[in-house]
């Protein structure tokens, strides 16, 4: 291996102390991750039934398509921007690890913590204009230029609400060190 161990996954799970206020928010937030991750994997079987069903109907009867594939694209996007705070809270997000080995562990925690900053900033403007977007979608009726024609609000809607988890998320892992170092 190249670089040194990286933190267990159970440790980052549960890093805020047990009583705090963080704590009781960082259970909240994994139930409610755990429910988007089961509702996610539902919509990807359904993508994945659903562009069958396109292929199939297609190939064998020369029918028309004119849902499937939008349907399995807003169901793909909710899928991935949704279970975005889940994969931050198992830090399952692509990182360059180059350093772990460099450092040590107290300058490892130095460098995620810098790096859910940076993460964090990126991310808050990202929900901002995704919110933006969608809010503008709903409000003008924008809808997509295909013949079953779905609103856009749907899979925008979808999005800001993934950034945002991730940004409470990527909020929590910031706080947490600082509540921690605070009780010591």
Known sequence: MMHGPVADRAEAASAAPGGTPVAAFERALSVCNN???????????????????????????????????????????????MTSAYVQSQRGHVSIEAFVGLLS?????????????????????FAWKSWTLAHEAYVDGQV????????????????????????????????????????R
């Open 35 to 81: 429910v988007i991750v089961a509702s996610a994997a539902l919509a990807l079987i359904s993508a994945c039934v659903i562009l069958s069903y396109s292929v199939l109907g297609r190939a064998l009867f020369q029918m028309a398509n004119y849902w499937q594939d939008e349907a399995a694209v807003f169901l793909l996007v909710g899928a991935t921007f």
């Open 105 to 125: 562990p107290r300058a490892n925690r130095v460098r995620l913590w810098l790096v859910d900053v940076a993460s964090f900033a990126f991310c808050t403007f």
């Open 144 to 183: 997509s230029s295909s013949m079953w024609s779905p609103p856009l609000a749907i899979p925008y809607v979808l999005m800001a609400f993934g950034m945002s988890l991730l940004c409470v998320q990527l909020l929590l892992q910031i706080i947490t060190p600082i509540v921690d170092g605070a009780r």
